[in-house]
């Protein structure tokens, strides 16, 4: 009798289980080494006079750095911020009052112009110094597939924040792994020079691996673990950004000095090789 009584609740209870879907994640890829085209398929090499090429490059445009509590406003087509002369793109942060903020500065990005899916990514650049300067050359996700940030992802070439100066980094994040919950991927180097000299910032974007490397010295590595987009979801477009922000949640830690600006980051070039199938 006993039996029969429970059964029902046994029913009941179990009806009330969520379901879990059973779809597991995918498998890693297996271990591979990948090379690269010995030429670019993309490059400016900032060989001309006046704004930055329009057909490589747009502008995000606004204040406050889109969460990170930055000073800056992003301007677009406006020389002071953005040109390009004597073989080099140089973007300047200015202190200025403009649109109710106390800085101007110019955020490049090659949204729609030029999005890419795996590569060897190069940029040569020398950043600025100064505490409250935060020069970047990252990557973004074109469409956000997997949702807002850091769902979709982020790939930094290269970051540099002036109040630890000729430090620079290269991180991705991703929802498992980001600088909000203290889980994010980052390799720092000291380099010489870093404000005064051009250096070879590079990563290689593989769909088993991203590497990134400072003069050709490998300092980053982070492996595809076959853990779905939360750990990976570097399997769709992503595009350029070059910036320099002002303060903000990293770059103000230590405040930010007003005598440092104007200050410049000078690009030489940048460069993307295609992935070559082995």
């Not at 591979?32 to 490059?57: I, V």
């Not at 106390?102 to 999005?115: E, F, P, Q």
């Amino acid at each position: 009798m006993t039996s029969f009584v429970l059964f029902p609740f046994l029913l009941i209870a179990c009806s009330k289980e969520p379901r879990v879907p059973n779809i597991p994640d995918p498998e890693p890829p297996k271990p591979k080494e990948y090379t690269f085209t010995a030429a670019p398929s993309w490059a400016d090499e900032f060989d001309y006079d006046g704004l930055p090429d329009e057909t490589k490059w747009g502008y995000d445009i606004g204040a406050g750095g889109w969460g990170n509590n930055e000073l800056q406003y992003y301007t677009e087509k406006r020389l002071e911020n953005a040109k390009v002369g004597d073989g080099v793109l140089t973007l300047t942060a200015i202190r200025e009052d403009y649109e109710e903020s106390d800085y101007t500065s110019a955020r490049l990005v090659s949204r729609g112009k030029a999005d890419f899916r795996y590569g060897r990514f190069e940029v040569r650049a020398k950043v600025p110094p100064g505490v409250g300067t935060w020069p970047a050359v990252w990557m973004l996700p074109t469409d956000w597939e997997y949702g807002g940030w850091p769902a979709s992802g982020e790939i930094d070439i290269l970051e540099h924040v002036g109040y630890d100066q000729d430090v620079v980094h290269i991180s991705v994040h991703t929802e498992a792994y980001n600088h909000v919950i203290g889980t994010q991927k980052t390799a720092t180097k000291r380099i010489e020079n870093a404000t005064t000299d051009f250096h070879l910032y590079r990563v290689d974007w593989t769909p088993a691996y991203i590497r990134g490397y400072v003069d050709d010295v490998q300092i980053f590595s982070f492996t595809n673990e076959g853990g779905g987009f939360r750990v990976w979801p570097f399997d769709k477009d992503f595009h350029w950004l070059i910036n320099i922000a002002v303060g903000g949640n990293w770059g103000g830690q230590q405040g930010v000095d007003e005598a440092a600006f104007p200050a410049s980051m000078e690009v030489d070039y940048v460069r993307v090789y295609d992935l070559v199938e082995n």
